[in-house]
């Protein structure tokens, strides 16, 4: 797998080291247990949780290639949201006292 688009100009300023990150990209989505669909709807959450837009409209666009419904992606984009609003509200209660 080459460089993610967003990676390129990493190219340019240090060849070595994104030829390493490509090499990591490519073994992240090389064919393993996961399928391309699952590896797929993993980053798109991953990458909303990172708040990384420009990776969420990419990877979504990727999934409809791949025939990865609407309804799919909305699920995992819930799922995302769930798992990060949780940790958010879990680690507010930090800011009242315990009580047992």
């Not at 393993?32 to 990458?47: G, R």
């Amino acid at each position: 797998m080459a460089l993610p688009p967003f990676l390129k100009p990493l190219a340019g300023y240090d060849p070595t080291f994104a030829q390493e990150i490509g090499n990591i990209a490519s073994l992240s989505f090389q064919e393993n247990s996961l399928d391309e669909k699952t590896m797929t709807l993993i980053a798109l959450a991953l990458d909303t949780v990172l708040g990384a837009s420009a990776g969420v409209a990419s990877l979504a666009n990727q999934a409809r290639q791949l025939g990865i419904s609407e309804q799919e992606i909305a699920d995992t984009l819930r799922l995302a949201y769930f798992t990060a609003g949780c940790s958010v509200l879990t680690t507010s209660f930090a800011a009242f006292e315990k009580k047992e």
